[in-house]
């Protein structure tokens, strides 16, 4: 299976200059899935609900319309960030599409910062999602911010999940180690997909991190982006080895948790 | 507050020469919590179930009373491993004991690799226990093998622990790291008191990592001890810092949480 991440520069607010700079970093890629950054074609900042609002979709939209034709021309399915429009509401949400259509999305549950003031928060479980030709490819889309609550990654892997997606706009420098152990509590992989650059608007001043990464069951690390370049990186796995809860011969990961004895309210 | 560790390197079943050992290196330092590694007077490898009974105690036995003794010398609360047996069984737990006596104890949850032919499972939830003379700093008790479930870390920041003591035997090179995510993610201290050394017995060789370390809640290394050699640090913490769970002002790290939305059955 060979899986990738895109690392973009968006520019604030317009969709389509980043669609164009997406599809020139994607050039002629093949891969079966493609993780790109949260609000990967809006930019961050927003100065009100008003632009929030605008700049919104549901999955007859123009985000959901460019993943598709990238999943067709890639052969991938893309997993993206964009403003979703549902219920009245706007979510911080990703999409996942592959050739054959819209496979599903999740809505950030954990919403970081001044998001609180843009977005609603998530209103769905945490799920899976099952990707490729004969469906047995499970992954679990997470966003951002929720990499801190180990909560997240730990429900999508007893849910099933093989792969974490982590379409991220990241402004500290903590995750990337984090998501090195979010790998090796679950027996995972992982691939977080951040954005880079500097946004300046509505009184925020926020610089990203680059340095997408890719991490693999043991905990060692695939690929590792730069952090101010835009980048794209695909890699050949086993995700057979995220099937495989040993982590050690006498010790599988699920099987030796005791819930009983946790105090998790 | 002050609190420390104390790295060691135990002779394998010869509880006096490491209690002198232990008291060498404690010298004449004076703290508030000294945190010792998982089973640092008997050593890690058993021969079989016999030689576990002949080296267990109860909370009478000798290294109860010379932590008890370390506790009057240092002033601190001493938190230690040894081989409890209790209930008609072994288990791998820590003992914390004050100058004032026995405080409380752990029986290590989640056992590594041939621990599960020497020991029983730990059969008490997770929880914290008040140190102090006041009564007002909470440790969280938890051995090895426990840092890689990350339930164990949450369940006792839940329960309100402002510091994790983590006895630990380590033979892998990740939980340094992955400690650093667990103060992080919980806002906590934790302190994690490894061994050094190497053991052949019973068909195993092992060497332990050492490399002892604090951590605080803002993901910082306080002290890092270095890896094969016997060592003590003391670092004065401000405790007052695990009170606060805000990761930025707009995000509580408890009250944040979206249990509706995880599953972790």
New interface residues.
């Given amino acids: 299976m060979k899986v990738g991440y895109i690392q973009n520069y968006p520019e604030n607010g317009n969709k389509e200059a980043n669609f164009q700079q997406v599809e020139k970093i994607l050039g002629d890629r093949k891969a079966d899935l493609i993780v790109l950054p949260e609000l990967f074609a809006t930019g961050y900042i927003f100065e009100n609900t008003d632009e929030v609002r605008q700049l919104s979709e549901d999955f007859t939209g123009e985000t959901t319309q460019f993943l598709y034709k990238m999943a067709r021309k890639t052969g991938a399915t893309m997993v993206g960030g964009f403003v979703e429009f549902g219920e009245g509401k706007a979510f911080n949400s990703v999409a996942c599409v592959s050739a054959d259509g819209l496979v599903g999305s999740y809505r950030k ?2 919403l ?3 998001e ?1 003031k843009w977005f609603s ?2 209103n ?3 799920h899976v999602l099952e990707i490729g030709e004969e469906n047995d490819w499970v992954i679990g889309p997470m966003i951002c ?1 929720d990499w ?5 990654a ?2 999508l892997a ?2 099933g999940a093989d792969i974490i997606t982590h379409s991220a706009n990241l402004i500290l420098p ?1 995750c990337q ?2 998501m ?2 979010r790998s ?2 679950n027996r995972i992989f992982t691939i977080t997909a951040n954005r880079i650059g500097r946004e300046q608007k509505a009184g925020l001043d926020l610089s990203f991190t680059g340095k997408s990464q890719i991490v693999n069951p043991n ?1 060692e690390i695939l690929s590792t982006a730069p952090l101010d370049e835009e980048y794209i990186d695909i890699v050949e796995i086993d995700v057979e080895l995220a099937h495989d809860k040993q ?5 599988h ?1 699920f099987q ?10």
Same sequence: chains 1, 2.
Wanted: glycine share 6%.
């Fill in positions: 549950i954990h970081y910062g001044r609180k928060p998530g769905k479980p945490l911010f801190v609550f180990p909560e997240v730990r429900s007893l849910l903590y180690a984090a090195i152990t090796l509590e905990g982590f050690t011969s006498m010790n990961l030796d948790r005791r819930p009983q004895f946790y105090h998790l309210r």
